[in-house]
């Protein structure tokens, strides 16, 4: 079996008309794309659809896309674009509040009783933190923290510069520092 | 990294996002043409299919159903749902202000087999070749155009039952899609749901086609194949 081929290659397979190499390039970014328009929308469905949405326009614009260029970037954007339109569309205005899964998730080494309730608190309390951040610096943390965006992906989602991602990323984190205290 | 930064990290796992759900298996893209990429806008196009009578509308419940599968064709999108909207009875179509066919936005595509229509419509940049009367359509051609490349994907929502098949349309640059059986809803951007009979849908240089009504696969893609 060949190695995987990387978003480069799969991309100029896929302007020139391999659905396949698509299809896989989306299989590869669907969770991001989805987490990242959840963010950003503000509803299960609303981030369904948009993120279906835009990869149907990512297809069609893969032409215009320019080879050699970082792909996911390029595709979070328009993610957030369809996400941004939907939540305005829905006339949200309050941005989503992030919380903790309660469930043992699957893989997940079980914690003693007491770690478990200490870690779950310290969880919440950041947590807050992070909600109680203004809208610009939540999102910054949630997108370079909570999906592992690179900051130019950040910089791609939230319609800003590199250097205002590092800026804000900076902001936020002292806020958080003042707010939660060390462990 | 700071401690705070690790945290933030290690807390990206027990954030309760919503599953994601699988797009990969249930997108279903066209193959793109060379003159796509200069495309313009994906004008919306909502059809839904349903157990209901010509001649009715329908109105798109708040509660969502769940999308099964998707399709892009040129500026449509279909959806396939598990629970299809919810209609109300519309007597006449509405397909916007009539014009003349040389004031449309584009250049009209006409066809051979059918001659000159009996009334050219237009709604924004959707623009509607009538056949028959608004209250007894005997076919009905859509033509969608796209003025820039930020496609705004269109919708049909379809029921599981209904028959979708992918077919061959010479001068199309992919394949074209007939959407058979129960009737089906078509809603324009702006403007009021009603439904719709069987449908093919397929592409013609930078125009998405949609011709609703004809009785057979082959007298559609006949037709499809006269336009130019």
Not at chain 1, 26 to 54: I, K
Not at chain 2, 111 to 119: E, I, T
Not at chain 2, 161 to 171: K, N
Not at chain 2, 199 to 228: D, K, N, Y
Request: charged share 25%.
């Amino acid at each position: 079996m060949g190695r995987p081929l990387d978003d480069g290659e799969l991309v100029t397979r896929a302007q020139q008309g391999d659905v396949a190499a698509y299809e896989e390039l989306v299989r590869m970014h669907q969770a991001t794309a989805f987490r990242t328009a959840y963010l950003l929308a503000g509803s299960t469905a609303d981030a369904e659809e948009a993120a279906h949405d835009a990869f149907l326009k990512a297809f069609h614009a893969l032409r215009r896309f320019r080879r050699g260029t970082p792909f996911r970037p390029w595709l979070l954007a328009i993610v957030a674009n369809e996400a941004r339109n939907r939540r305005r569309s829905a006339g949200r205005r309050h941005a989503l509040a992030l919380r903790a899964a309660r469930e043992i998730r699957p893989g997940d080494a079980a914690p003693s009783p007491e770690a478990a309730v200490l870690s779950r608190e310290r969880q919440d309390l950041v947590l807050a933190a992070v909600n109680r951040l203004s809208e610009e610096h939540r999102l910054v943390v949630a997108c370079r923290y909570f999906l592992d965006l690179s900051e130019a992906e950040t910089a791609s989602v939230l319609g800003i510069r590199t250097g205002t991602v590092k800026s804000r990323l900076s902001r936020a984190l002292e806020h958080l520092r003042e707010e939660v205290p060390r462990a | 990294m700071t401690g705070l930064e690790s945290e933030l990290r290690n807390l990206a796992s027990a954030i309760d996002f919503p599953e994601p759900p699988d797009i990969a298996s249930n997108i279903h893209v066209g193959v793109p043409g060379p003159r796509q990429a200069a495309w313009g806008r994906r004008i919306a196009l909502a059809v839904a299919i349903g157990g209901i009578a010509i001649g009715a509308g329908f109105a798109v419940p708040q509660a969502r159903s769940a999308i099964l599968r998707i399709f892009g064709v040129g500026a449509v999108k279909i959806e396939f749902v598990d629970r299809l909207p919810e209609t109300q009875p519309v007597t006449r179509l509405r397909l916007g202000a009539p014009i003349d066919p040389a004031d449309a936005p584009f250049l009209l595509l006409q066809s051979r087999l059918l001659g000159d229509p009996d009334g050219v419509f237009r709604r924004g940049d959707v623009i509607s070749l009538l056949y028959g009367t608004p209250e007894r359509v005997r076919l009905l051609v859509t033509e969608i155009a796209d003025s820039d490349f930020t496609p705004e994907v269109g919708k049909k929502l379809a029921s599981m039952g209904t028959h979708v098949e992918f077919v061959p349309i010479r001068g199309s640059v992919g394949p074209g899609v007939w959407i058979e059986g129960r009737p089906h809803a078509v809603r324009l951007p702006g403007g009021p749901a009603r439904l719709a009979t069987n449908t093919l849908i397929w592409t013609h240089g930078p125009i998405t086609l949609r011709l609703e009504g004809a009785e057979s696969l082959q007298e559609a893609v006949a037709i499809a194949e006269s336009l130019g």
